[in-house]
């Protein structure tokens, strides 16, 4: 059994929630993190206490907005009051949009970094000097195949911010390399069945432009993309999977997780563009001299964080 604390953002349903339990069932204490607790999504805090109550394992809802500071540092310090640490971060949330691109306005394109990208920011600002300071801890980064792999049309606004989130991590994992922190990139791929994410799809605010393409040349494309997508998904394609997944990389030895963890990996192509990606900028690092940042240095002794 393992004494982990760990903090998943966008924990009500999808990803959050399967990576949740995953975890929790793993031994450690997993807050599972989301908006409105008291509203909308208060059935889901109640079906978070009633799963923990019938298999024992640690799990715990957690107000959490990513798009609030005021919200984010409120729920880090109340995971540091009660356990004066925090291990683990799960950046999940997020949120999907599908629509001919330019018929986005630029507020919701902002709308849409802001949880994808700074929310993660918020996150590591309010966390990360705790783990700094523990010289420990682990990032894990859910992405897209989308990133590096094949880009269907309609999903550019929601592509470009996970897209943005990949590269942050990328960085991350190299200015925290030194301070003993570790970071993983779990990329999951186009999973059209057990989550929300299409389902919950945001629309375009521009109307007319929308209009213009669904009703002009493109006119079919929402049900030829969804047909498609969904003619790519193995029948056994299980969204758990990515929960196991994140859970296995949390499980790894310090020093030995992946840095990125492909999830239902198929014709998009992600898991063979990312290593090659990956190994150009590992190849620039040593260039300039700055391999170690492609090692975790080892944990801090007790004696070093006192």
């Known amino acids: 059994m393992s004494d982990r604390i760990i903090l998943v953002?966008?924990?009500s349903s999808g990803f959050g929630a399967l990576a949740a339990r995953a975890l929790a069932e793993g031994g450690d204490t997993v807050y599972a993190s989301m908006r409105a607790t008291g509203g909308r999504n208060a059935a889901r805090v109640e079906a978070v206490g009633a799963w923990a109550g019938e298999t024992g394992h640690d799990l715990r809802a957690l107000e959490l907005d990513v798009q609030s500071e005021t919200s984010v540092e409120a729920a880090v310090d109340t995971i540091i009051a009660e356990h004066d640490r925090i291990d683990v971060i799960v950046h999940n949330a997020g949120h999907m949009v599908f629509g001919p691109a330019e018929?986005?306005?630029?507020?919701?394109?902002?709308?849409?970094?802001?949880?994808?990208?700074?929310?993660?920011?918020?996150?590591n600002r309010a966390a990360l000097p705790r783990m700094r300071a523990r010289r420990s801890?682990?990032?894990?980064?859910?992405?897209?195949?989308?990133?590096?792999g094949g880009t269907p049309p309609w999903l550019g606004p929601y592509f470009a911010a996970k897209a943005?989130?990949?590269?942050?991590a990328v960085v991350y994992a190299q200015e925290l390399s030194r301070w003993g922190i570790e970071?993983?990139?779990v990329v999951p791929g186009a999973y059209t069945s057990g989550t929300n994410h299409f389902l919950h799809a945001g629309s375009p605010n521009d109307g007319p432009t929308a209009d213009a393409y669904s009703n002009g040349p493109y006119a079919g494309i929402e049900d030829d993309i969804g047909a498609g997508l969904a003619a790519l998904e193995p029948e056994d394609a299980d969204a758990a999977d990515v929960g196991r997944a994140i859970a296995g990389v949390v499980a790894a030895p310090r020093g030995r997780r992946p840095f990125r963890v492909h999830v239902m990996t198929g014709p998009e192509g992600a898991h063979v563009a990312d290593p090659v990606v990956d190994r150009l900028r590992a190849e620039?690092?040593?260039r300039v001299d700055l391999g170690d940042l492609l090692t975790v240095r080892a944990a801090a002794t007790q004696e070093d964080r006192s």
């Open 137 to 148: 801890g682990l990032l894990v980064w859910v992405g897209s195949a989308s990133t590096t």
């Open 103 to 123: 018929a986005f306005t630029p507020e919701q394109y902002a709308e849409l970094y802001d949880v994808n990208v700074l929310g993660a920011q918020r996150l």
């Open 164 to 168: 943005a989130m990949d590269r942050l």
């Open 9 to 11: 953002t966008g924990a």
């Open 284 to 286: 620039l690092l040593r």
């Open 183 to 185: 970071t993983s990139i």
